[in-house]
Nanobody, 127 residues
Framework: QVQLQESGPGLVKPSQTLSLTCTVS??????????WSWIRQPPGKRLEWIAY???????DYNPFLKSRASISRDTSKNQFTLQLSSVKPEDTATYYC???????????????????WGQGTQVTVSA
């Protein structure tokens, strides 16, 4: 069973860069056809896909966040990381890392649109 665990700061000041790490166990992040995503859910709003990085290192971003988001991976640690620059209060959300097998889900309706997901980490952007 694949398990994912998010880690990162709970509070970030506006204009700073948010950095979140997802630690994966139970499977290698280079496993064929596995796609690793970051998604978020602001309070009272729907899930929003941010970015993915694939088993082969390919990556893509939500066009609305592309200018500020960067996804990367460390295969030696079996981790992948999201950086979101110039954060604003509107970036306040619960952030999740998630796995899909064979496809990339870019318009999630629910968390179980993904095969596995972490418990989520609350990030608040405030001075």
């Amino acid at each position: 069973q694949v398990q994912l665990q998010e880690s990162g700061p709970g509070l970030v000041k506006p204009s700073q860069t948010l950095s979140l790490t997802c630690t994966v166990s139970g499977a290698s992040i280079t496993t064929g056809k596995y796609y690793w995503s970051w998604i978020r859910q602001p309070p009272g709003k729907r899930l929003e896909w941010i970015a993915y990085i694939g088993y082969n290192g390919e990556r893509d971003y939500n066009p609305f966040l592309k200018s500020r988001a960067s996804i990367s991976r460390d295969t030696s640690k079996n981790q992948f990381t999201l950086q979101l620059s110039s954060v604003k209060p509107e970036d306040t959300a619960t952030y999740y890392c998630a796995l899909t097998n064979g496809v990339v889900v870019v318009m999630p309706q629910r968390l179980d649109d993904y095969n596995s997901w972490g418990q989520g980490t609350q990030v608040t952007v405030s001075a």
